[in-house]
């Protein structure tokens, strides 16, 4: 499969003066978008949620033109949400791009710290209440834009739907699976941007959900050992789409850095897919039409963004 690739006049942009974070910044796509931000003279705060694994990482971007700066963040904990957003608040009074890039998958059963299913509540629900409390900033900061990194999940996988069970987020009333969770959580990020970008119309602000593709990362480890992945599957793997994260980084990197995304506010943008179902699909898009009906479904969007809003303690705000 062919990937697709940014073009490289993208890379020459000078982003001197422009402040982006970008979350789960300490390996696979999230850390190869910093790098490329950083080269280009950015200055990105990489939000961890080892702030020592984030260190360690971002060193080796040390000497490149822009600047990088570790901060705690645990998605899984919206009082580390808001502390993270306080702390950002303290030192920077511009955001020019935000990239939810922080991820996991097929976790086992479990809840994070305020008693949401692991997949639903890091995936989706951090990443509302983090773009939420940063909107105004944005909005002050605009030109601005916001990457959801969602997936090819959003919709289906492994021959498993994509369903968004508002009454039922946290898989109490059905038995727990963990690809139907991560492939509702993506489905919430996906239809929350086209929300989103909905909601920012005419602020200047652009929101946009994508699938990285295949990438070789700690994602798979809930699922297979990251050693089969990465090495035993490497050299047929590439045939069926697999990639490193450079190259899974750069669909969120087209969408910060071209200059007609903007013009596509709301939409998908997709490398290249295996799991597509649709044979027309699997080459991807920048942007396509997302193969899963319940994305363009707007009174779903709009009871998502209520129940996310009740779920995180903003409605009451
Ligand atoms: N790899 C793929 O094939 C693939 C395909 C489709 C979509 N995606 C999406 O791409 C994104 C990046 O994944 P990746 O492939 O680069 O995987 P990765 O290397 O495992 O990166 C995931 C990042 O998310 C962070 N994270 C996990 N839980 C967190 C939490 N509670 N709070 C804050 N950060 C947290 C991880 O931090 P720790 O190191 O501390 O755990 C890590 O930095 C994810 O959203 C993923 O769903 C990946």
């Known amino acids: 499969m062919k990937n697709l690739v940014c073009d490289p006049k993208l890379f020459d942009k000078d982003l001197s003066g422009t402040v982006t974070i970008v979350t789960g910044a300490n ?12 080269k280009q003279g950015a200055h990105v705060i990489a ?3 080892r702030v ?5 990482a971002v060193g080796s971007i040390e000497g490149e033109r822009g600047s990088v700066e570790v901060m705690e963040l645990d998605l899984a904990s919206l009082a580390s949400v808001r502390s993270f957003v306080q702390a950002f608040a303290e030192k920077h009074d511009r955001l020019d791009a935000l990239v939810n ?11 994070t710290v305020d008693g949401f299913e692991t997949q639903f509540g890091v995936n989706h629900l951090g990443h509302f209440l983090l773009t939420e409390l940063l909107l105004d900033t ?3 900061s605009a030109p601005s834009r916001i990457v959801c990194v969602a997936s090819a999940a959003h919709a289906g996988m492994s021959g498993k739907v994509a369903e968004l069970h508002l009454d039922d987020l946290d898989f109490e009333r059905r038995g727990y699976d963990p690809t139907l969770s991560y492939n509702q959580s993506k489905l919430a990020m996906v239809i929350y941007a086209r929300h989103l970008a909905g909601r920012l119309e005419g602020t200047g602000v652009s929101a946009f959900s994508v699938h990285p593709g295949w990438v070789r990362s700690n994602l798979i480890k809930h699922t297979m050992p990251t050693w089969v992945q990465n090495w035993v599957m490497r050299p047929f793997g590439g045939l069926m789409g697999l990639m490193g994260p450079e190259e899974g980084a750069q669909t969120q990197l ?18 290249n897919a295996m799991f597509y179902e649709d044979k027309k699909d699997k080459a991807g898009g920048w942007p396509m039409r997302s193969p899963n009906p319940l994305v363009y479904d707007d009174a779903l969007a709009a009871r998502l963004f209520d129940v996310s809003n009740e779920l995180v303690g903003l409605a009451q705000a």
């Open 47 to 49: 939000a961890c949620r």
């Open 52 to 56: 020592a694994a984030g260190q360690e």
């Open 254 to 271: 087209h969408c910060l850095l071209d200059d007609d995304a903007p013009k596509h506010s709301g939409e998908f943008y997709s490398q």
């Open 101 to 111: 890039n922080a991820g996991v998958m097929n976790t086992p059963e479990g809840k």
């Open 27 to 38: 390996s696979g796509t999230g850390l190869a978008t910093v790098q490329q931000l950083v």
């Open 138 to 140: 944005l909005k002050k």
